[in-house]
Nanobody, 123 residues
Framework: QVDLVESGGGLAQLGGSLRLSCAASGRTSNNFAVSWFRQAPGKLREIVAGFSMSTGTVYYGDYVKGRFTISGDNAKNTVALQMNSLEPDDTAVYYC????????????????WGQGTQVTVSS
């Protein structure tokens, strides 16, 4: 069983920055991916960014490219999401998710989820 604990989030103004962190415990696989998803009210959960703990490969959703950066520390089993140039449309609950295997953009592919952290961007 993998447990994911998120930290960070909160309130930011338009153009501001926030940093999210996800700590994974109980991991047993070397081929392990950690991704961030978000879900705004009335919308489907969507992938924001993903990180492969074994290769360092990253993935970004089109709407965050150039603004968000995902990074990981394989030794510490942590993944961070640096969010810059925040926009009101970034307002959502952000979830850390993990799976044994490669990065996937599908919500259904992930076996482990954090509790979610609220990010609110005001204009």
């Amino acid at each position: 069983q993998v447990d994911l604990v998120e930290s960070g989030g909160g309130l930011a103004q338009l153009g501001g920055s926030l940093r999210l962190s996800c700590a994974a415990s109980g991991r047993t696989s070397n081929n392990f991916a950690v991704s961030w998803f978000r879900q705004a009210p009335g919308k489907l959960r969507e992938i924001v960014a993903g990180f492969s703990m074994s290769t360092g490969t990253v993935y970004y959703g089109d709407y965050v490219k150039g603004r968000f950066t995902i990074s990981g520390d394989n030794a510490k089993n942590t993944v961070a999401l640096q969010m810059n140039s925040l926009e009101p449309d970034d307002t959502a609950v952000y979830y850390c998710a993990a799976r044994d295997g490669w990065i996937s953009t599908s919500v259904q592919a992930y076996d482990y989820w954090g509790q979610g952290t609220q990010v609110t961007v005001s204009s």
